[in-house]
């Protein structure tokens, strides 16, 4: 029927079946692996195969199969590519109409056409054959003719991998178990030094939980055990040296990123919300009880919060800036503070000095900076 540089692609009810051949990523050699022998004919049901990830929190949307071939005609699109479920194991994400994409850089098919190469990219480059890493197997980019039905389509074929966590967390599968295998992924992502891009928790969309993985019983998947994929790689990047000092669970308090020791990770960790609520009897525990008892009986929330800040806070500066009006003009000078002194190599006594940490300026009497762990360079400032 077919050799190993075609697919067969045949979309149910149409009546006509397409030929997609590889297609070469411009400047790049492709290194992807084979599809297997059954992804050489891919079959696409009409009814609900079809979806993208719609405007605002990108949820998934169903979208009929008549309007899917419509994509790239015009400049709505959402940004996102349309995504179908082919052969039941597959997943194709599509540009139809790209000669529409080429129109004009600034528009949303072009960007999308632009992210699906990336990704597919980042995939051949660092990815492809890297064991253990929690991302699908990627069997290139493909483009078929479709003359008048969808103009050229072009297409990248990847595992199937399941539903996303950003449709997930809104259902009984948001276990603890099940977000703790999510931070994993991007755990397992970062160890491997591939930092995702992830930025709110629309990013979710690309943390894909295997609903379907072969023998997964409905208590497993409530219980962690579904394994999880992390897609989209169009905005991740290399060589990071992931300086996380916790791991990605829930933990008794918060913290912040410069302590957590990770950009990243520590989104991710509050937006699976394992960081708990404060300590019992910490200022912050008192101070929200206080706000939630109290709070109603103030005409506003400022006012709210400017007692509040009174009764937990009262060591810091009230929130209304108070000049003295009977005071007369201010004489204090505005001066800039001294440029920071240039970057000295280890070995110079300005930046080294007796090797203590926490010596202060004699200028300012403000802490140095400790010295970075660099072994080249260290920072005076
Ligand atoms: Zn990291």
């Known amino acids: 029927m077919t050799d190993a540089t075609e697919l067969w692609v045949r979309f149910e009810g149409l009546g006509r079946d397409f030929v997609a051949k590889p297609w070469p990523i411009p400047n790049h ?19 609900r195969s079809f979806a993208l990830n719609g405007a605002g929190d990108r949820r998934v949307r169903q979208i009929p199969f008549k309007y899917a071939k419509t994509w790239g005609l015009s400049d709505d699109v959402y940004g996102d590519v349309v995504f179908a479920r082919a052969s039941n194991k597959y997943c194709m994400r599509f540009v139809f109409n790209l000669e529409h994409a080429f129109k004009g850089r600034d528009t949303d098919p072009y960007k999308a056409y632009v992210r699906l190469v990336k990704d597919a990219k980042f995939h051949s480059d660092h990815l492809e054959g890297v064991e253990e890493l929690p991302v699908p197997v990627h069997y290139g980019l493909w483009a078929m003719n479709t003359g008048d039905w969808a103009g050229t389509v072009l297409f990248s074929l990847t595992q199937y991998c399941g539903i996303s966590w950003n449709e997930l967390c809104d259902t009984r599968f948001n276990t603890e178990a ?32 295997d609903m379907y993985a072969p023998g997964l019983t409905e208590k497993d998947a409530l219980n962690g055990k579904a394994p999880v994929y992390i897609v989209g790689f169009s905005d991740a990047s290399m060589s990071h040296q992931c300086g996380r000092k916790l791991p990605v669970l829930p933990l008794d308090s918060c913290t912040s990123r410069n302590v957590f020791g990770c950009v990243e990770l520590q989104k991710i960790l509050v937006f699976l919300d394992f960081i708990e609520p404060p300590l019992e009897n910490s200022i912050m525990s008192r101070a929200l009880k206080w706000y939630a008892d109290n709070s109603k009986n103030f005409p506003n929330n400022s006012e709210a919060l400017a007692a509040q800040r009174k009764l937990f ?5 009230s929130l209304s800036f108070e000049i003295d009006a009977t ?17 000295a190599a280890v070995g110079d006594s300005r930046a080294s000095g007796s090797g203590s940490h926490q010596r202060t300026s004699s200028a300012t009497g403000a802490p140095h900076r400790p010295r970075l762990p660099s072994p080249q360079l260290v920072v005076a400032t």
Not at 313 to 317: A, I, N, Q, V
Not at 327 to 343: E, F, M, N
Request: aromatic share 10%.
């Open 29 to 47: 050699s492709n290194s992807f692996t084979p599809p297997p022998v059954d992804a050489q004919a891919l079959y696409i049901a009409a009814k």
């Open 313 to 317: 806070y009262s060591k810091y500066p």
């Open 327 to 343: 005071a007369k003009d201010p004489q204090t000078p505005v001066t800039r503070r001294p440029s920071p002194r240039p970057i």
């Open 178 to 209: 099940n977000r703790i295998s999510v931070g994993r992924a991007y755990e397992k992502l970062h160890d491997a030094g591939i930092v995702h891009g992830f930025t709110t928790p629309s990013s979710f969309r690309h943390a894909i939980v």
